[in-house]
């Protein structure tokens, strides 16, 4: 057992009662009839969010896209990405996530016993376990950084 698992495993402890949110996979559509059908992304599973990371009862994954669902609509868009991100919010809502509730997309699994910081978050630098909370940060111990999140999770600031 590495540092991280335990670090994960009294992390689950705490939050056994806070809020979990949606992990779910982009399916393409498939052909039916020689029509294509519209992707749909289908929930898979719940996870805490905790920045950087989805603590599953099982697996820690590294985010990826975090989406909200809702109806779609023709509409007109200044940007490739948001015609991009309100193709995926459809995508959602017709995967059967409810209106206006998120999911992840894109997220990947993180194995704990290999934590080399090049394709993760988490790394073990000197013995210890970290994590890069951002591409351009710094490395900030896992444990201290799950306690914050953790904390902000059970007690979100008021109006948050």
């Given at each position: 057992?590495?540092?991280?698992?335990?670090?994960f495993?009294?992390?689950?402890a705490?939050?056994?009662?806070?809020?979990?949110?949606r992990?779910?996979e982009?399916q393409?559509g498939r052909?039916?009839?020689?029509?294509r059908r519209a992707p749909?992304i289908?929930p898979r599973a719940?996870a805490w969010?905790?920045g950087?990371?989805l603590?599953?009862?099982?697996?820690?994954?590294a985010?990826g896209d975090?989406?909200?669902?809702?109806?779609?609509v023709?509409?007109?868009?200044?940007?490739?990405?948001?015609?991009?991100r309100?193709?995926?919010?459809?995508a959602?809502?017709r995967?059967?996530?409810p209106e206006g509730?998120?999911?992840h997309?894109?997220?990947?699994?993180?194995?704990?016993?290999?934590?080399?910081?090049?394709?993760s978050?988490l790394a073990?630098?000197?013995?210890?376990?970290?994590?890069?909370?951002?591409a351009a940060?710094?490395?900030?111990?896992l444990?201290?950084?799950?306690?914050?999140?953790?904390e902000?999770?059970?007690h979100?600031p008021?109006r948050?």
């Amino acid at each position: 057992m590495t540092d991280a698992t335990a670090v994960f495993d009294a992390a689950r402890a705490r939050l056994a009662d806070a809020p979990r949110e949606r992990i779910g996979e982009l399916q393409e559509g498939r052909r039916l009839l020689g029509i294509r059908r519209a992707p749909r992304i289908v929930p898979r599973a719940t996870a805490w969010h905790l920045g950087v990371l989805l603590v599953t009862d099982d697996e820690v994954l590294a985010t990826g896209d975090i989406v909200r669902a809702r109806a779609e609509v023709r509409r007109g868009f200044a940007a490739e990405s948001q015609r991009r991100r309100a193709e995926l919010a459809a995508a959602a809502a017709r995967g059967g996530v409810p209106e206006g509730d998120t999911v992840h997309i894109g997220w990947h699994p993180i194995d704990l016993a290999r934590l080399d910081g090049a394709s993760s978050p988490l790394a073990v630098r000197g013995g210890e376990a970290l994590v890069r909370w951002s591409a351009a940060g710094g490395w900030m111990p896992l444990a201290r950084y799950l306690d914050e999140r953790v904390e902000l999770l059970r007690h979100p600031p008021e109006r948050a």
